[in-house]
């Protein structure tokens, strides 16, 4: 049988910031995963996943607080890679290296250059930053 092992389903009743971070996630990612253009096909293919490991004692779930997770994904109309990433760090930052919840980073290639627009999803963060925008405040 399948047997699912990982710091995800060690949660205690008790860390419900924990499984909300996880929840964003999940939730994120099926967002992505299920997301159809005007036709109803897919708007994005799964690149990379890096939050499931088998080995000999089954399916590991490798999402846990402290350590980066990433899904990428392929716009199959623009062909944009879009990365989801779980507790990241993010050392060049205007503040200090932070590792907020979830950051979707969208690559965008123009003309001659490359542009990255990062979305952080965190229940306490607040950037203020020329280089970030103006203001946002991210829930």
Known sequence: GLSLHG???RISMKDTALLYEY???IMLNKILR???DSAGNKKYQVKKLDILKVDNSGLTVVLKKGSSSEVRYLNLRTN???SL???PTMPSLPTVAQKPD?????ERKE???NKKFEYIFDAVSLFCS????KLSLTT
Do not use: P
């Open 130 to 133: 020329s280089r970030y925008s």
């Open 23 to 25: 929840w964003c996630f």
């Open 7 to 9: 710091d995800l389903f």
């Open 102 to 106: 979830n950051v979707l980073s969208l």
């Open 111 to 113: 003309r001659n250059s």
């Open 85 to 87: 990433r779980y507790n």
């Open 80 to 82: 944009e890679m879009i």
């Open 34 to 36: 299920e997301s159809k």
